[in-house]
């Protein structure tokens, strides 16, 4: 048996062994805890957008004005009650915005994805209160919320 008094003057030194041979295992947990600390890091959720919740209070208690940058197709399909629709390829020469700057503006699209670029390409403009809806209309959806058709034409 070896002798260990040596050891318990330095405990750290009696991890040693174990953080040497297991030095994979701390990697692992490093990286994962990471991944899960990376979206509050970023700020909010991880493409910075507003629940449905967050959004029915922005529409209510601040007067937020949603842009809905579907095609138009998908737009008559569904959309979120008073959205103003606005492409995303012709969101640059769109006189559908608000002059306001100050205005929350909520942009949707059907899965979030279009939306997010939408608002980075809003804020670029002056729109800084231009938040993406997380999850798209496919989330405003699951949350059971109204969601309104365009007649055809």
């Known amino acids: 048996m070896a002798d260990n008094r040596g050891l318990l003057r330095f405990p750290i030194l ?3 062994p174990f953080l040497l041979a297991n030095w994979y295992l701390f990697v ?21 957008g507003v629940t449905p919740a ?10 937020a004005v949603i842009v809905d940058v579907s095609e138009p197709g998908e737009y008559a399909a569904g959309h979120l009650n008073g959205a103003r629709n606005v492409p995303l ?23 979030g ?4 670029r939408a608002a980075k390409a809003l804020q670029a403009k002056g729109h800084a209160r231009a938040v993406p809806l997380a ?7 699951a949350a059971d919320l109204p969601i309104a058709r365009k007649p055809a034409a």
């Open 28 to 48: 692992i947990a490093a990286v994962s805890g990471g991944l899960l600390a990376w979206p509050a890091l970023k700020g909010g959720q991880g493409n910075g």
């Open 89 to 111: 390829g012709q969101l640059d020469a769109s006189r559908d915005l608000p002059t306001n700057k100050q205005l929350p503006v909520i942009v949707v699209c059907a899965s």
């Open 14 to 16: 009696a991890v040693l």
């Open 54 to 63: 967050q959004a029915v209070q922005m529409i209510n208690r601040e007067k």
């Open 135 to 141: 999850g798209g209309l496919a989330a405003w959806r």
């Open 113 to 116: 994805n279009r939306a997010g």
